[in-house]
């Protein structure tokens, strides 16, 4: 990989070939899904217009995916009749966030929808914003969702109108790769550093959660499935007891949450003859803070690599020995530069796919904003959910993900899964058990917390 600063030019043009970090995900066909639910007025034409302005802001959200490029794959403008565009419509709510869940966006199409139920009679609407995971992660999701509002929120005060095509798409800037943006590094150091990997994978190897649904065969074949999320949410109460329990543990909440998930995947390996079991954690880092300028999250591209670590864990294994241990080996990743290192050999994971095999997928957006509405709107709920287009029943286990946010304070871990894989029931349970075991880690802050707080009270 050759050096590469921030201050370059972006490509530009009609189109822009994907770097091979970024077609890593065409075939995973991931998707970043945010919702809010809405109460009180919303005005459908400044909405949609704050939606057009934002697309034509950023020229990945009104492209597609083609073939073509080094990588197999390019980046090539939507027609102006084809781009995105606001889609309203009335019903349920619930039926509706499950409806956009599971709608896919296909290659060949466009790479983000925008939507607006209304329910038929009353104020409650529900607001979802589906972005592919090409051209975004979860930080840049989060802002391109907070910047549509306030697009809208300045339209409704009279700050302007929409922005719309100019018609120049030919001159175009496009954002850069992040793999671009990379320090430099010789080609043999990172064959070097894939080759420890591999040799690490095989050496221990992880345990998988197995699914619940029974395996499809051909004379029973998979039911149909849905992608349905389990969600936790903690009180702001709670929230704070965790925090503070991880700050007297000398950890990251993120240690805690990981140590949560882990240790509930260890409950349903079954048979305990030998209980120590390998597990693997799968933690994404978040590239942006750790670039040279740092790349704002405003910039919708992908800019996340990937942390794994095995683990022995035992139903007797301590949860705060654990999570010190999950915490420490991630920070000294960090602080090694591996997810540098780890970016880098993305191209290899289709040839090596355990280099990314995990027992469970710990996300964590950290502590972040909602939108900021008018005052006659408010969001009662906020959610961030991945989702992705297939499934594999056949396989019979496979890794279990979280996804965690803190939307305005708020603790909440989202569980995705398909219905053909791990049933409803069998993932609150996880849920549960994930919420239990944070609630534990918290208990011994709560005298604590509640001294601080009749303190302050006095």
Same mark, same amino acid.
């Given at each position: 990989?050759?050096?590469? +600063?921030?201050?370059?030019r ?11 970090a ?18 009180g ?12 302005t ?21 980046l090539?403008?939507? %027609?102006?009749?084809? $781009? ?13 966030y ?14 983000? $929808?925008?939507?607006?139920v +209304? ?8 607001? /979802? ?10 930080h ?25 095509? *100019?018609g120049?798409?030919?001159?175009? %800037? ?22 420890q ?5 095989? &050496? ?29 949410t ?13 700050? $007297?543990?000398?950890?990251? /909440? ?20 030998t209980?120590l079991?390998?597990? =693997? ?6 590239? $942006?803070?750790?670039l040279?300028?740092?790349l704002? &999250? ?29 915490? *420490? ?33 710990? *996300? ?19 959610r ?17 993900? %979280? ?5 305005? =304070? ?13 049933? #409803? ?15 534990a880690? %918290? #208990?011994g ?9 009749? #303190?302050?009270?006095?």
């Open positions: 990989m050759t050096d590469s +600063s921030n201050g370059s972006s490509p530009s043009g009609s189109e822009r070939a994907l770097c091979p970024e077609a890593l995900y065409v075939s995973q066909r991931s998707r970043a899904v945010l919702s809010c639910v809405l109460r007025n919303i005005d459908t034409e400044a909405l949609s217009a704050a939606f057009d934002i697309t034509t802001a950023h020229p990945t959200l009104r492209s597609r995916i083609t073939p073509g490029g080094p990588s197999g794959y390019v090539r403008l939507l %027609a102006e009749a084809e $781009r995105p565009r606001l889609l309203t419509r009335t019903g349920d709510l619930t039926d509706a499950a409806a956009e869940l599971n709608a896919p966006l296909p290659v060949g199409g466009p790479l983000t $929808r925008a939507v607006l +209304s329910e038929p009679k009353g104020d409650d609407h529900l607001f /979802v914003l589906v972005v592919d995971h090409t051209i975004t992660d979860g840049s999701s989060i802002t391109l969702h907070n910047s549509l509002w306030d697009a809208y929120r300045n339209l409704l005060s009279g700050g302007g109108p929409s922005a719309n095509s *100019t120049e798409d030919e001159d175009v %800037a496009w954002p850069r790769p992040v793999s671009e943006l990379l320090p430099y590094a010789e080609e043999a150091d990172t064959a070097e550093y894939l080759e990997r591999i040799e690490q994978t095989a &050496a221990h190897q992880v345990s998988l959660v197995p699914y619940d649904v029974p395996r499809p065969t051909a004379e029973q074949p998979a039911p149909q499935g849905l992608i349905e999320a389990q969600r936790l903690l009180s702001l109460e709670e929230t704070a007891r965790i925090r503070h329990a991880a700050r $007297r543990a000398g950890i990251s /909440v993120h240690g805690l949450v990981s140590a949560a998930v882990v240790r509930a995947a260890r409950l349903r390996l079954a048979g305990d003859a209980p079991r390998t597990l =693997g954690c799968l933690s994404p880092v978040d590239l $942006r803070s750790r040279t300028p740092p704002p &999250a405003s910039v919708m591209v992908a800019a996340v690599a990937t942390h794994l670590q095995t683990v022995e864990v035992s139903p007797d294994t301590d949860p705060l020995t654990l999570a010190r241990t999950l915490h *420490t080996r991630l920070k000294d990743a960090i602080h090694n530069g591996d997810h540098v290192k780890e970016l880098r050999i993305t191209p290899a994971i289709p040839r090596h796919p355990t280099l990314q095999l995990s027992t469970v997928i710990v *996300t964590n957006m950290g502590v972040v904003p909602g939108p900021r509405l008018p005052d006659d709107l408010r969001a009662t709920d906020v961030l959910v991945p989702a992705r287009e297939n499934y594999f029943p056949q396989a019979g286990r496979s890794p279990v993900m %979280a996804c965690v946010v803190s939307f305005e =304070g708020r603790l909440a871990v989202e569980f995705p899964h398909f219905t053909s894989c791990f049933s #409803a029931s069998f993932m609150g349970a996880f849920r549960q058990d994930v919420r239990e075991g944070l609630l880690f %918290a #208990a802050a709560e005298p604590v917390a509640a001294a601080a707080a009749a #303190a302050t009270a006095s």
